[in-house]
């Protein structure tokens, strides 16, 4: 019998004994799909489109933890979930109580709405492997290609990546990624907040541990490139970093089994020499297309054990902005809404009530952004420094720049001039058509 329908009839045995609230049962069952799994484990070179090594592993842990659960607590809500089931309901109470159980949350249920598992493409809240990342197919297969080369070759590493792109596409989601195909650790640095001590300190304790690990240097246009940038190079060019101690003292420290993966929005501020050292895997990070974006909310919406109708994905989709962390925000909204109405549906009046409350319209519009527009257009010159549209709309510079007014200019609301930014006409067409013919006067744009 081929591995996928062994794994389904225990998935579905399992699932059996929890109906029955046969604890016995689930605990013997989970035992057995944990050897099961281990056994396939053992087998290797598994990497295919089925069922790759980091899946196995993921699934034995959780169907180990379910175990130790019900041993412990009987068959809790977080095990019904992750099995797929309903959770029980008291007569007198309508809303589902949760049994006493240890802060374990089991993550990823194996099954889709039918009940039925997911072996072949795993649904995920979140992707676990590069197969089931979606959208950014050239850049994915490219770092397959390097990874599987690192395995053949015995490395823990592969070249250093340097990734380009606006917020939300997934840049922190492919690091993680390829660590985990990797086998590594992986480490997560914010640059906004690096300076030039907490990062050479940083660099002797990785150097030290001499580990393999991925090392991700979100935002690393924010360094500075006189003093932090130029640290970078030896390093990333030669895999040692080399530091004097307070005698003078030269010391190199090795960093062999590091894999330096660099993201930012801001290539302009990264130094050329530091992108030459990213050369050979440097990689534009597309924005995703509705086929992409339909893709990932339901996978999420599955995740969340909710169905939408085609009419509120197509409302989802256009007021998203194209943007992974927006999905995410939209998903949790209205699962929060659907819960509370006790529904397992999301249709168009739920989409219409999140998305009014939360204040987006239906091109993916703010009242922060529509209040940027608003103090663009009512500037007596009609253009404006990014500084003074910054105060203007209560926010500083650094967060104008970065969380709006990329998406602005990518739907061509405003341009960048030598006068500063300016209202194009798509949007002046845009703002008439929102509030009724004509533009209104200073300060009465409000969002809808």
């Known amino acids: 019998m ?31 799909m944990g050897k099961i799994l281990n056994d396939r484990l053992a087998l290797g070179n598994i990497r295919d489109k089925e069922i790759d090594k980091i899946a196995l592993k993921h699934y034995a842990e959780e169907f180990s933890k379910i175990a130790k659960i019900a041993t412990s607590y009987g068959l809790n809500d977080s095990i019904r979930e992750f099995l797929g089931l309903p959770k029980p309901k008291s007569v007198s109470d309508p809303k589902p109580k949760s049994a006493t159980a240890p802060i374990t949350k089991l993550t990823s249920a194996p099954n ?34 390097e990874i599987k080369a690192a395995e053949k070759r015995g490395f823990k590493y592969i070249d250093n990546i340097l990734l380009f792109g606006n917020r939300g596409l997934g840049k922190t989601t492919l690091m993680e990624l390829i660590a985990k195909e990797l086998g590594v650790k992986f480490i997560w640095l914010d640059c906004t907040g690096i300076d030039k001590s907490s990062l050479s300190k940083f660099f002797q304790r990785i150097g030290k541990d001499n580990a393999p690990v991925v090392v991700g240097l979100d935002e690393i246009h924010a360094l500075n490139p006189k003093t932090l940038q130029p640290m970078l190079l030896t390093t990333l060019n030669s895999r040692k970093y080399v530091c004097l101690d307070k ?37 534009y990070l597309k924005d995703y297309s509705r086929d992409e974006l339909r893709k990932i909310f339901l996978n999420k919406f599955a995740f969340m054990q909710l169905e939408i109708t085609d009419e509120a994905l197509v409302e989802c989709i256009n007021r998203c902005r194209s943007s992974i962390r927006e999905v995410n925000a939209i998903v949790k909204g209205l699962d929060t809404i ?25 091109i993916g519009l703010k009242e922060k952004d529509i209040e940027i ?13 990014e500084d003074t549209i910054a105060a203007r709309v209560s926010l500083d510079a650094k967060t104008y720049k970065s969380e709006y007014e990329p998406y602005l200019l990518k739907i061509g609301f405003i341009s960048i001039t030598s006068k500063g930014r300016c209202l194009t006409e798509k949007a002046k067409i845009y703002l008439k058509n929102k509030f009724n013919e004509i533009l209104p006067k200073r300060g009465e744009i409000k969002c809808l």
């Not at 993201?263 to 050292?277: G, S």
């Not at 819960?339 to 239906?362: C, H, Q, R, T």
């Not at 527009?373 to 420094?385: E, G, H, K, P, R």
Request: hydrophobic share 40%; with cysteine; charged share 25%.
């Open 112 to 145: 889709n709405k039918s009940g039925q598992p997911c072996v072949a493409g795993f649904s995920f809240q979140t992707p676990q492997s590069l197969d089931e990342f979606i959208g950014q197919e050239e850049v994915v297969i490219r770092i397959k290609a």
């Open 338 to 362: 659907a819960l509370n109405a006790e529904v397992s549906l999301i249709d168009m009046s739920m989409i219409m009530e999140y998305f009014k409350n939360v204040g987006i319209d239906p």
């Open 2 to 32: 081929a591995f996928q329908d062994i794994f389904k009839e225990q998935y579905r045995k399992i699932r059996e004994y929890a109906k029955a609230n046969n604890i016995d049962g689930v605990v013997s069952g989970c035992a057995e």
């Open 373 to 385: 527009l608003n103090t663009i257009y009512q500037d007596d010159f009609d253009a404006m420094s």
């Open 247 to 283: 005698k003078g003292d030269e010391h190199v420290i090795p960093m062999d089994n590091v894999t330096f993966i660099a993201a930012t929005t801001e290539p302009q501020d990264v130094l050329a020499t530091i992108k030459d050292r990213f050369l050979n895997l440097t990689f």
